[in-house]
């Protein structure tokens, strides 16, 4: 049966009927198109005074248009099958149908270039931070071509699903949406790099030496590999180096150290608080200790070791007393 409503089709280009025919559908040998869908109304002129029935025919549902800015040549034998695919009624209608008819589907193009400018931007936007001192060098890695899309309101949105890397190329996926609906997907890539004004060793500063402000200065430093970097210099003075630091080297977090308050075998005053009363006693230093940091120390009455806070040079206090 199926075979036989598309040759009825077919034959209906080829013999128009002896009477007139209320309804006329002239194919255009050339025609463009909107997509994703084409219609016959896309495809030809149609004709008759059954207003409803001609509405009808143009709706008729021909199959997938070309991609955007492409063509696709139909054969009139093409275009008869999908017509008697369709399930439509053909009868008594008057053809008039070239042997082939070419459909190009209207386009625009959106730009490389736009899609650059919104991915370079959806990164700044992500790497913004209130330090304004930070700069950002985002270079992108190759050419980045037109895409052909829909017409409509075009939007473009860019993502970064892996994350923004700064030790290999960072990947945005840009979306293409046209009127609200996704169009196309293209991935671009970029070189992203981070510079800010970092604190460096102005000169070789030896482990465990207090850091002064002739022994630092700052300096552009590209950031996005350091881990833990001090921007400003008052934050590090009075510090102490833990390692020996070279000249031009960033100081870091990991690389200072609040400076030794009590050395080890110093003098100092053990306080103690025991209920409302607070205790004292001689004691020395066990080990080198930092404010606040806690150390070990002897009550040199009683010989016991004790633990103890470094409140200042000549003072500790001891965590948890239990008496002398």
Sequence with gaps: ??????????????????????????????????????????????????????????????????SPGHRLALTSDALGARLAGSGADLSEINWLVPPTIVVTTAAQTVGGDRLLAVATEALRAQLATADGDIELAIAPVGATSDVMAPLGSVDIKAEFPAGIRFNAPTTAVTAISVDGRTFTTVSLRFNVKAFQQVVVAARNIAAREEIT??????????????????????????????????????????????????RRGAAVIIVAKAGGMIITAGGRAMQDGREGEAIRVQNVTSKRILSARVVDPNTVQVIIYGGR
């Design 1 to 66: 049966m199926g075979r036989i409503l598309v040759m009825l089709a077919i034959l209906c280009f080829y013999a128009a009927p002896a009477w007139a025919a209320p309804v006329t559908v002239a194919v255009n040998a050339e025609a463009t198109v909107a997509g994703p869908l084409m219609t016959l109304g896309d495809l030809a002129t149609i004709t008759g005074d059954d207003k409803e029935r001609v509405k009808a025919l143009a709706a008729i549902k021909l199959g997938d248009a070309p």
């Design 213 to 262: 402000p002739d022994c630092v200065r700052t300096e552009r430093r590209e950031i996005g590999r350091m881990a833990g970097y001090i921007t400003d210099i008052g934050k590090v003075v009075g510090l102490a180096a833990r390692r020996p630091i070279t000249a031009g080297t960033p100081l870091t977090e990991a690389a200072v150290d609040k400076p030794v308050m009590v």
